[in-house]
């Protein structure tokens, strides 16, 4: 009997310490949970800081522009002109559009419609080009 005995003890032993890791991974477990929640909030803040970034480089970008354009600086003289090229090519195709919706009698629910599958694919899905602002990593 005394093997029984001692197989009990062992046993109760070795629960024992299955218990109490079980109740150290519990808490480690519990404790990465909070963890990642806290990256995950971080994460979370950290992108929209980096869209106010964006927002803000865009608006700089059009301030520059409004005031510069007819003198800007050496280093944007080339881009300057290709904001300038790019809006003259937007009038022209926006004058193109208001001939094509007269001439066709177009309603404005269907060119609404036509806006909205174009906008479905822009390449950068932003419905109208590069702000210009810096990307992650550069």
Do not use: C, W
């Not at 009997?1 to 991974?25: C, H, W």
């Not at 929640?37 to 970034?53: D, F, G, N, P």
């Amino acid at each position: 009997m005394s093997n029984f005995s001692e197989l009990k003890e062992k046993a109760k032993a070795t629960v024992g310490a299955i218990a109490d890791v079980s109740v150290e991974l519990y808490k480690t477990a519990g404790e990465k949970a909070k963890l990642l929640a806290k990256i995950t909030k971080l994460l979370a803040e950290i992108t929209r800081e980096k869209s106010a970034v964006r927002r803000l480089y865009s608006e700089i970008g059009s301030r520059y522009y409004e005031l510069h354009k007819s003198d800007p600086e050496d280093d944007l003289a080339g881009l300057v002109t290709d904001v300038t090229d790019a809006l003259e090519r937007i009038a022209d195709r926006q004058a193109e559009i208001e001939i094509l919706k007269s001439a066709g009698d177009v309603s404005e629910a269907e060119y609404e419609a036509a806006e909205q599958e174009a906008d479905e694919h822009d390449d950068d899905g932003d419905g109208g080009g590069d702000s210009g602002a810096p990307q992650d990593g550069e």
